[in-house]
Protein backbone atom coordinates (compact mmCIF):
# COMPACT_ATOMS: atom_id res chain seq x y z
CA UNK A 1 0.00 0.00 0.00
CA UNK A 2 1.28 3.45 -1.13
CA UNK A 3 0.41 6.33 1.62
CA UNK A 4 -0.26 9.70 -0.29
CA UNK A 5 0.02 12.97 0.93
CA UNK A 6 -1.04 16.14 -0.68
CA UNK A 7 -0.01 19.80 -0.22
CA UNK A 8 -0.01 23.09 -1.59
CA UNK A 9 -3.14 23.72 -2.43
CA UNK A 10 -5.03 27.30 -1.68
CA UNK A 11 -6.74 30.53 -3.39
CA UNK A 12 -5.46 31.90 -6.07
CA UNK A 13 -6.12 34.57 -8.36
CA UNK A 14 -6.61 34.16 -12.59
CA UNK A 15 -3.07 34.20 -14.00
CA UNK A 16 -1.76 33.10 -11.11
CA UNK A 17 0.85 30.14 -10.65
CA UNK A 18 0.63 27.26 -8.06
CA UNK A 19 2.77 23.93 -7.06
CA UNK A 20 1.11 21.16 -5.68
CA UNK A 21 3.03 18.08 -3.77
CA UNK A 22 2.59 14.97 -2.79
CA UNK A 23 4.88 13.26 -0.72
CA UNK A 24 4.73 9.03 -1.09
CA UNK A 25 5.54 6.36 1.29
CA UNK A 26 5.21 2.41 2.20
CA UNK A 27 6.53 1.07 -0.86
CA UNK A 28 9.16 1.13 -3.20
CA UNK A 29 7.75 3.39 -6.12
CA UNK A 30 9.86 2.17 -8.93
CA UNK A 31 7.09 0.16 -10.44
CA UNK A 32 4.77 2.90 -10.18
CA UNK A 33 3.38 5.72 -11.55
CA UNK A 34 1.83 8.54 -9.54
CA UNK A 35 -0.21 11.12 -10.98
CA UNK A 36 -3.00 13.96 -10.32
CA UNK A 37 -6.87 13.66 -10.76
CA UNK A 38 -9.03 17.11 -9.78
CA UNK A 39 -13.19 16.86 -8.74
CA UNK A 40 -14.42 20.15 -9.57
CA UNK A 41 -18.00 20.56 -7.76
CA UNK A 42 -21.02 18.30 -9.12
CA UNK A 43 -18.50 16.94 -11.63
CA UNK A 44 -16.46 13.80 -12.01
CA UNK A 45 -12.94 13.39 -10.90
CA UNK A 46 -10.76 13.54 -13.64
CA UNK A 47 -7.43 12.24 -14.77
CA UNK A 48 -4.73 15.34 -15.03
CA UNK A 49 -1.16 13.98 -15.26
CA UNK A 50 0.91 11.39 -14.63
CA UNK A 51 4.69 10.39 -14.15
CA UNK A 52 6.35 7.05 -14.39
CA UNK A 53 8.95 6.73 -11.40
CA UNK A 54 11.38 5.07 -13.19
CA UNK A 55 12.25 6.68 -15.90
CA UNK A 56 10.42 9.81 -15.51
CA UNK A 57 7.83 9.31 -19.01
CA UNK A 58 4.60 11.57 -18.62
CA UNK A 59 1.60 11.41 -19.61
CA UNK A 60 -1.33 14.52 -19.94
CA UNK A 61 -4.94 15.50 -20.47
CA UNK A 62 -5.03 16.80 -23.05
CA UNK A 63 -6.32 20.31 -22.07
CA UNK A 64 -3.46 20.24 -19.39
CA UNK A 65 -0.75 20.43 -21.91
CA UNK A 66 1.76 23.93 -21.95
CA UNK A 67 -0.03 24.62 -18.77
CA UNK A 68 0.62 22.22 -16.38
CA UNK A 69 3.96 20.18 -15.27
CA UNK A 70 4.14 16.91 -13.78
CA UNK A 71 7.49 15.96 -11.92
CA UNK A 72 9.29 13.92 -9.54
CA UNK A 73 12.26 14.46 -6.94
CA UNK A 74 13.54 10.47 -5.79
CA UNK A 75 15.13 11.26 -3.03
CA UNK A 76 12.08 12.76 -1.78
CA UNK A 77 9.83 10.23 -2.95
CA UNK A 78 7.66 13.35 -3.89
CA UNK A 79 5.63 14.36 -7.09
CA UNK A 80 4.76 17.50 -8.76
CA UNK A 81 2.11 19.59 -10.65
CA UNK A 82 3.40 23.52 -11.15
CA UNK A 83 0.29 24.58 -12.69
CA UNK A 84 0.47 27.86 -14.33
CA UNK A 85 -1.96 30.92 -15.74
CA UNK A 86 -4.54 28.99 -13.55
CA UNK A 87 -8.59 29.99 -14.93
CA UNK A 88 -11.50 29.65 -12.67
CA UNK A 89 -12.16 26.56 -14.32
CA UNK A 90 -8.96 25.08 -12.23
CA UNK A 91 -11.33 25.01 -9.17
CA UNK A 92 -11.62 21.93 -7.53
CA UNK A 93 -10.10 19.90 -4.84
CA UNK A 94 -6.99 17.68 -6.59
CA UNK A 95 -6.08 14.49 -5.36
CA UNK A 96 -2.85 12.52 -5.25
CA UNK A 97 -3.36 8.84 -7.05
CA UNK A 98 -1.00 5.99 -7.66
CA UNK A 99 -0.55 2.17 -8.82
CA UNK A 100 2.10 -0.10 -10.45
CA UNK A 101 1.53 0.70 -13.82
CA UNK A 102 3.09 2.66 -16.56
CA UNK A 103 2.27 6.21 -16.50
CA UNK A 104 -0.79 6.37 -19.57
CA UNK A 105 -2.37 3.76 -17.67
CA UNK A 106 -2.90 5.47 -14.41
CA UNK A 107 -5.87 7.05 -15.82
CA UNK A 108 -7.53 3.50 -16.27
CA UNK A 109 -7.95 2.61 -12.57
CA UNK A 110 -5.40 4.34 -9.24
CA UNK A 111 -5.37 1.79 -6.62
CA UNK A 112 -4.10 4.80 -3.97
CA UNK A 113 -5.69 7.91 -3.38
CA UNK A 114 -4.19 11.08 -1.12
CA UNK A 115 -6.74 12.85 0.44
CA UNK A 116 -7.22 15.68 -1.78
CA UNK A 117 -6.07 19.70 -1.67
CA UNK A 118 -8.17 22.42 -2.86
CA UNK A 119 -7.83 24.65 -5.32
CA UNK A 120 -9.47 27.58 -5.67
CA UNK A 121 -8.91 30.32 -8.26
CA UNK A 122 -11.15 33.46 -8.17
CA UNK A 123 -11.20 35.61 -11.57
Known amino acids: QVQLVESGGGLVQAGDSLRLSCAAS????????LGWFRQAPGKVREFVAAISWSDGSTYYRHSAKGRFTISRDNAKNTVYLQMNSLKPEDTAVYYC????????????????WGQGTQVTVSS
Open 26 to 33: GRNLSNYA
Open 97 to 112: ASNSVSASLLPLGPRN
